[in-house]
């Protein structure tokens, strides 16, 4: 057979297994996996590199609509870019309804903003901001049938926050059509309780942030939430958990066989509440929520990782530009940290840190990363196999990895369109040399060789069950 594509050389890494074997690649997808595979189109020389799944990044906000005055900094086009060059294939972002908007007219702005931009794959999740009769009874199950498979509730945040009651009902329709719930967990009431009294207090400097939304916050909400899918029986993705009691909460769920997942992300392995000190406003480019906590929250989030209570790491990219008064320096009069826009950049990051902090120091070992940066997200959003692993009839998305090279991360490496990083200057050791999307490369050594709008949307299928 001729091939498209020979990736040759390389030592492949799946979620189980590692071999040295050649990739053989015709019409986007892998159709052979061998020694002396013959001709191709295509060589590339994967010789002393690491031939992984493309990253799947199942967290990250693009394009979202934001506080009054607050725009997000990036699009499809710069953050669809920007995880190709961190070694994804796939990124599922938000499609956030708005009150008094219909599921499906909030899905028809997404695409029409995704259309033709993107560099690789995506693949949205729906946010469930008006629980309406309408939207249970009728658009969210027709939604689930068309590939929509999973959506997030928040349980804080003005305009976005569900109650108990509907909460329940959204994870009812969710176990009866086989979809995911996936919940950002901080008790609202408790947030609003604290900023006020910090605020008359005076304490307004982006740090307080981390003080109004303390570790109880985040404890007590992802408690209230396993307890809510216990009593429908319906799987659950607890996202961006930071610390070890929130952690406990969702090993105890799992130690009783409920169907609780957790995530974890960057900014909970490697920043902690001292980043939003910085001088003057310079603590925002830190905000997110849950905030960063504390070293030993750090060592728990690894422990997480290492034993399988968070299935996946993701970045939770949810971009602001920091000099900008449309971005982390909110409009004028507003200068208290409960106006600062929570989330922080991280797409092109994640799997960098990932690498250079777990593989390459020793913390989880190679086939745990393939799970926890592609496999397991694929897995947990109805993408595998046809997505997440390296076998035959997968599509050719690969990622190819210098093991050994030791980069400074700075900001103009990301192609983001924001104006930092919050992991500036910080050394990790390995990094994705090549990109390649359903056979197609679309960054090759730090250069876009990729075209926009070569990345598609994937309509997904159920959830599969396990760690
Ligand atoms: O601060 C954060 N995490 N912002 C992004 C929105 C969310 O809650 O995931
Ligand atoms: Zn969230
Ligand atoms: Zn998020």
Not at 7 to 27: E, H, L, N, P
Not at 404 to 409: A, D, E, F, H, M
């Amino acid at each position: 057979m001729s091939f498209d594509v020979i990736i040759r050389g390389g030592t492949v890494a799946t979620a189980s297994d590692i071999f040295a074997c050649d990739v053989g690649i015709k019409a986007g997808r892998i159709v052979a996996l061998g020694e002396n595979l013959g001709d191709a189109t295509e060589v590339i020389d994967a010789t002393d590199r690491l031939v992984l799944p493309g990253g799947i990044d199942s967290h990250v906000h693009f394009a979202q609509p934001s506080g009054p005055g607050i725009v997000m900094a990036d699009g499809f086009e710069t953050g669809t870019r920007s995880a190709a060059f961190g070694g994804n294939t796939t990124v599922m972002p938000f499609c956030l309804q708005k009150k008094g908007e219909s599921l499906r007219e909030a899905l028809k702005n997404y695409h029409a903003q995704a259309a033709g931009n993107c560099y690789i794959d995506v693949s949205f999740h729906l946010i469930i901001a008006d629980a309406t009769e309408q939207v249970l009874g009728q658009e969210l199950p027709a939604l689930i049938k068309d590939g929509y498979t999973s959506f997030k509730v928040f349980m804080t945040y003005e305009g976005l926050a569900l109650s108990d009651l509907e909460i329940l009902k959204v994870m009812a329709v969710a176990r009866e059509t086989g979809a995911i719930v996936m919940v950002h967990a901080e008790n609202y009431d408790a947030i609003r309780f604290l900023t006020d009294r910090l605020e008359q207090g005076g304490h307004t400097a982006p740090r307080f942030h981390g003080t109004s939304r303390p570790i109880p916050v985040e404890r007590e909400a992802t408690h209230r939430a396993i307890s809510l899918a216990e009593l429908v029986d319906v799987p659950i993705m607890i996202v961006h958990v930071s610390n070890r009691q929130a952690m406990e909460e969702i090993q105890r769920a799992q130690a009783r066989g409920l169907k609780i997942y957790g995530e974890t992300c960057p900014q909970y392995l490697v920043l902690t509440e001292r980043d939003m000190d910085g001088a003057g406003m310079e603590g925002a480019k830190y905000v997110c929520s849950p905030p960063p906590r504390d070293l030993e929250s750090q060592k728990a989030c690894w422990e997480g990782l290492q034993l399988g209570t968070f299935r996946v790491f993701s970045s939770d990219h949810c971009p602001f530009r920091y000099d900008d008064p449309e971005g982390k320096l909110a409009p004028k009069g507003r200068s208290s940290f409960r106006w600062v826009p929570n989330g922080i950049p991280g797409v092109a990051t994640r799997l960098p840190i990932l690498f250079s902090e777990g593989v390459s120091k020793g913390r989880i070992d190679l086939n745990r990363f393939v799970a926890l940066s592609s496999t397991n997200h694929a897995k947990t959003y109805g993408l595998y196999p046809r997505k997440g692993t390296i076998a035959v009839g997968a599509d050719a998305d690969i990622a190819i990895w210098d093991p050994n090279r030791t980069v400074t991360i700075t900001h103009d490496l990301l192609h983001d369109g924001c104006d930092y990083t919050p992991y500036e200057g910080r050394v990790v050791t390995g990094w994705p040399v090549l990109t390649m999307v359903r056979g197609t490369t679309v960054v090759r050594d730090g250069q876009l060789v990729g075209r926009k709008g070569a990345g598609g949307h994937l309509a997904r299928g159920a959830p599969i069950p396990g760690i």
